[in-house]
């Protein structure tokens, strides 16, 4: 599959519209070609999608979804099952331009229906991430700003020269860039630049270390969309961001610790991503300038690693991160992580390390944690993670996307309050008012 295939956007482009126009066309054109039939073809139809709907409904109860269905997401999937039906009535009636029609139709349908449900959740926005396969063209690192001065003031002594560039850089770290991953089989990250890292003489940058979700990839989308916007609001400055993979497949969960069963993904994100980040980017040197984020699955590891390694990791961004790795199947990471230790598996949680952490160690430490309002699964560990941060000695920020579940929203929007609010901190803009 070539690499526009794979690269096409799902959400934000007109891929949606077109198959939900076609499937309406078919099921109109199919109704009429026998109006004598239309009870039972509607019939047919609407019990289709009615089934669909209260299966949808009847799994997410039994916490197949691990969460609480999108809104929306129900009730596009029982409309695209049920042109889809009213597609086979076509398939199965001559003449052959109508069963035609039924193919186009069927085929329209559930493309329309898969795209929306995707939409409703609006997290994966092309097919690479869907498969998890990386679809970007490879990096070409930066040169190195061996003589940078205060990071703190950077938003101060920058002046965008004549040769910067209107557009970040988004690209895949693989072949001579490729980070090693030692004992992981982690797939290849992908690389933010923005327009102020892609002058002739660029400044030297926070470093923001970033991990998606589970089941998901190294999808730099969402938060390049983020960065994105706070460089056009500040001559072009934001974190160089290196977007790593902490699963080696979607449906693989090392619960962020180096395992038997998954490898070494925690040596893989917090020794070997700083070394090679260290020695190849053109990023601040000083580590309070550093950022571990990630949302979902990765918010929690992003929540543990800022946590048990503030020596590395000056800031944390959390956005609708689990309470703790594993979180979502304690049983399953106890044994597969821990060898069955229990204890073991209680000492990796998040706030039980920060309560643990000698006064001081999170000083000048700022984390910022955000969820969706409708997050009933996530949002209580947000929550309870953020206090146990603020009294373990962060600086804690938060952020409720009003209305969001745990869902494409949720990022956006998080990301999109979070890097202003954390910019601060890295240099890239002026502390608040007091």
Request: aromatic share 8%; glycine share 10%.
């Amino acid at each position: 599959m070539n690499r526009f295939v794979l690269s096409f956007e799902l959400i934000d482009s007109p891929l949606l519209a077109v198959c939900a126009i076609l499937t309406g066309l078919g099921v109109v054109a199919i109704v009429l070609w026998a109006p004598r039939r239309l009870v039972a073809t509607g019939a047919i139809g609407l019990g289709a999608a009615v089934a669909m709907y209260i299966a949808a409904h009847v799994l997410e109860s039994m916490g197949v979804f691990e969460g609480p269905l999108p809104v929306g997401a129900a009730s596009r999937a029982a409309v695209a099952v049920g042109a889809a039906a009213v597609g086979v009535v076509g398939i199965c009636r001559r003449p052959w331009a109508r069963r035609i029609i039924g193919i186009v139709t069927v085929i329209a349908s559930l493309l329309a229906g898969a795209l929306g449900v995707n939409a409703a959740y609006g997290v994966t926005h092309n097919i690479a991430a869907i498969l998890g396969v990386q679809a970007l063209d490879p990096a070409s690192l930066p040169p190195r700003d061996d003589a940078a001065g205060d990071p703190a003031t950077l938003y101060e002594r920058w002046q965008p020269p004549a040769d910067m560039p209107t557009m970040s850089s988004v690209s895949a770290l693989t072949g001579s860039t490729k980070i090693p991953t030692g004992q992981f089989a982690a797939r290849d990250a992908s690389l933010y630049l923005p327009p102020a890292a892609r002058v002739a003489n660029p400044p030297a940058l926070p470093l923001l270390v970033f991990m998606m979700g589970q089941p998901g990839s190294p999808d730099p989308s969402a938060l390049a969309k983020a960065l994105d916007a706070f460089a056009a609001q500040h001559g072009g400055l934001a974190p160089i961001a290196v977007v790593v993979d902490q699963l080696s497949a979607p449906e693989k969960d090392p619960a962020c610790a180096d395992s038997a069963t998954y490898g070494t993904v925690e040596t893989y994100i917090n020794k070997m991503v700083p070394q090679w980040a260290a020695s190849n980017l053109n990023i601040v040197q000083d580590h309070r300038y550093w950022t571990i984020g990630g949302f979902s699955n990765g918010g929690a590891c992003a929540a543990y690693y800022g946590a048990k390694y503030p020596d590395i990791w000056g800031q944390v961004l959390d956005v609708s991160g689990n309470e703790f790795p594993g979180s979502e199947h304690p049983s399953q990471t106890t044994t597969d992580v821990y060898k069955g230790d229990a204890n073991a598996f209680q000492a990796s949680k998040p706030s039980v390390i920060m309560a643990a952490a000698p006064a001081g160690t999170y000083t000048g430490h700022t984390a910022v944690f955000t969820w969706g309002g409708a997050d009933t699964t996530f949002g209580p560990g947000q929550q309870a993670n953020s206090e146990a941060a603020r009294a373990a000695g962060f600086t804690v920020l938060t952020y409720v996307v009003d209305g969001a579940g745990h869902t494409g929203e949720a990022l956006d929007k998080g990301l999109a309050w979070a890097i202003p609010a954390l910019a601060p901190a890295l240099g890239l803009a002026a502390p608040p008012a007091s």
